[in-house]
């Protein structure tokens, strides 16, 4: 029965994918696959600000714009990512001469003009993307230097500002295995609402491989959960290869290990996450071609659920028999 179901027929909560803009709108079988399988779109690199700011007050909306009206076309949930991130900085940002006064309207501005462009049409948003190091401290990035520790908050007053109704989420990574980390997230979700910042969720981005601890994700979950915030898996792929081996050669095994840890992801998800916390889980990519792990690496590697011809592999039937 399971088999001529899609994992958006199958998921009791809302299953998403990253989606690349050039791929959707130029190979078919990539685009099929999005519209059958998948009821929630992020923005892979669309509407990161080094995409859409390219000069002073300038935005190209072009590639932002195509995927949000492809979104509403096919009527998926858009999740935009993302606002601010160290490593999405424009140049002319990074060589931006300015006082703390110009700093903080550049990014309030970016953050409401995209925001407001948006509005109603986009769902939720991954604000602030990445703010914290391994060690919980506020990573050392051109905002930090710039705009002082509380920008962070700010961040979430400017977008909720500009749109009331969207929904604020925080975005980080490896927040099952750097427990320093999970725990500065944690605190500033607290933080937030005692100090009535506004926040709806946190997005963990679970890159992760087949050899992570599911009950240390499990835990993870749990703990997140317990804010009473929206739990978004925001970024899920499972490499086989982790220690980035340049001849590595994917087998049957590895494959079937995989299969095991995708399901193991769903279920700690189900278990650990209350029903009306579960935003959903997001896969970082379509097919193993496509996976930025096989492409900025370059590095073998099969981390998604689709091959590269766009076939189910067994991670796909891991995460379908885990729904
Ligand atoms: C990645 C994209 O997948 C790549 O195409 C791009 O070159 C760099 O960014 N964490 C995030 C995502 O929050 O924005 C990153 O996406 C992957 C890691």
Known sequence: EQDRMTLQQAAPFPIGVAVDVK??????????????EFSSLTSENALKMNRLLVAPNQYNWTGGDALVDFARQTNK??????????????????????????????LKSHIQTVIRHYKGRVKSWDVVNEAFEADGSLRKTIWLEHLGSDYVA?????????????LLFY????????????????????????????????GLQAHIS?????SKFRDCLDDMASTG??????????????????????????????????????????SAVPKKQQYG???????DNDSY????????????LFDTGYKKKLAYKGLMGAL
């Open 229 to 270: 915030l929206q739990i978004h898996i925001s970024e899920l792929d499972i490499r086989l290869n982790a220690k980035k081996i340049k001849d590595f050669i994917v087998s049957d095994v590895l494959l079937q290990q995989q299969q095991q840890k995708y399901a193991a992801i769903v279920r700690a998800y189900k």
């Open 154 to 166: 700010r961040c979430y007053q400017y977008a909720h500002e500009a749109d009331p109704d969207v």
């Open 23 to 36: 791929l959707l709108m130029t190979d078919s079988a990539y685009r099929h696959t999005v519209n059958q």
């Open 77 to 106: 949930r858009m999740h935009g990512h993302t606002l601010v991130w160290h490593v999405a900085v424009p140049n002319w940002v990074q060589t931006f001469q300015g006082d703390s006064l110009a700093w903080e309207n550049l």
């Open 171 to 202: 975005n980080d990574f490896s927040l099952d295995i750097k427990p320093l980390k999970a725990a500065a997230v944690k605190a500033m979700v607290m933080e937030f609402k005692r100090r009535g910042i506004p926040i709806n969720g946190i």
């Open 281 to 287: 889980i997001t896969i970082w990519s379509v097919g």
């Open 293 to 304: 792990l096989v492409n900025d690496c370059k590095c073998p590697d099969a981390p998604l």
């Open 210 to 214: 087949i050899y992570n601890s599911d």
